[in-house]
């Protein structure tokens, strides 16, 4: 393929703001490694205001690389959305205008408290994700995926100071980088999207593909401390936790709200 093709195909759902430069190993991963049907891998990332973007722009840097992709920025209406640190952010496609979705990948924040209880948004979570190949997520973006009643009895991963909070939607909170459960693919906090974006690269187009990628955006994290929630001194977790518990208080109780409209909407089903 040309590199004009690559980028066509990469770019082509958000055209208006985005664009990508062919390289070599952009066209040798188009060439080789990657067998798509003619119809298009269509993948799409929620935005919501206040939302943490490396959650959902760090797979975004991996998935619009991807062959034969088309990337979709979804959110009601196409107008800026401002994250949780005022990064401005322009949504590509609207909620009604959304195909069926391939992959469907949600993000957290400190927004989505409000987002909880929003019936608009948990429906088009529900009906996207229902009929998604993938149902994906990052950070505490999984809150929102169990909001909509897609998480009971998955395992996920999540930010470690929210994870036990997903119990209330009957997901199992699982302390690694990247679970697969089935069609669920869910990463932990914030940076942990990277990796779950090579992930569900492999399983889209294959780990060879996945591979290079990896290579040509050179990613080998070499964090200057040495300090993870696994080997945190105590008093530092425990002063973390301090610290956040108004907001967590806030969330928590979004939560269970959102758990009590799932489980009541479940009853009148029934």
């Not at 619009?64 to 322009?90: F, Q, T």
């Amino acid at each position: 393929m040309s590199g004009n093709l690559f980028v066509s195909l990469a770019g082509n759902a958000c055209i208006m703001t985005f664009r990508q430069t062919a390289s070599p190993v952009n066209i040798l991963l188009f060439n080789r490694g990657c067998t798509m049907s003619g119809k298009p891998i269509e993948i799409g990332l929620l935005f919501f205001p206040g939302m943490t973007q490396l959650d959902v722009t760090g797979p975004f840097e991996v998935f619009a690389r991807l062959p034969n992709v088309r990337m979709h920025l979804l959110w009601k209406r196409i107008e800026p959305v401002i994250s949780d640190v005022g990064l401005p952010l322009l949504p590509t496609t609207t909620f009604a205008d959304c195909p069926d979705l391939d992959v469907f990948c949600i993000g957290g924040g400190p927004g989505l408290v409000d987002f909880l209880g929003d019936d608009e948004v948990i429906a088009f979570v529900r009906d996207k994700g229902g009929s998604a190949r993938y149902v994906t997520s990052v950070c505490a973006g999984c809150l929102i995926v169990g909001a909509a009643g897609l998480l009971d009895g998955y395992k996920s991963a999540c930010h470690w100071l929210m994870s036990e909070q997903l119990a209330a939607f009957g997901a199992i909170a699982v302390d690694e980088r990247v679970v697969i459960d089935r069609n669920r693919i869910s990463g932990g906090g914030v940076t942990a999207g990277i990796d779950f974006g090579f992930q569900v690269a492999s399983e889209l187009c294959g780990e060879e593909v996945a591979k290079k990628l990896q290579l040509m955006l050179e990613y080998q994290p070499q964090p200057p401390f040495d300090i993870t929630v696994q080997n945190a001194p105590p008093e530092m977790l425990s002063q973390m936790r301090l610290e956040a518990e108004p907001w967590l208080r806030k969330r928590a109780a979004a939560v269970q709200k959102a758990a009590l409209k799932l489980k009541s909407k479940a009853m009148t089903a029934a």
